[in-house]
């Protein structure tokens, strides 16, 4: 007869070094990201447009946001998941006769 040992035996014993080994690669992430220096605050220019700020700009847009200034006030667009906004500028002025 052929003697057959169950798989449950064989790999128990590989159980331990492979969840120690998953738990030190997690523990290391969270290290280096801790450690790692963040981006650098860039501060914003002078061409930022804010709604009070330029009543004259009608629509403006940052990358990602697209806004408009309505008669009952600014509205904007949803941006998309993986957007990242940048400086906000003025894409359309109104022009007052």
Not at 48 to 77: F, K, N, Q, Y
């Amino acid at each position: 007869m052929v003697a057959t040992s169950s798989p449950d035996t064989d790999s128990s014993g590989r159980d331990g070094p492979i969840a120690l080994a998953i738990a030190a690669l997690v523990l290391a992430t969270v290290v280096i990201g801790s450690l790692a220096p963040s981006a650098p605050h860039r501060p914003t220019s002078a061409q930022t447009v804010l709604p009070d700020s330029d009543p004259s700009c009608a629509e403006w847009s940052d990358g990602c946001h697209v806004c408009r200034r309505l008669e009952e006030g600014p509205i904007c667009s949803t941006p998309g998941i993986a957007c990242t906004p940048g400086p906000q500028e003025c894409l359309h002025r109104t022009t007052d006769p």
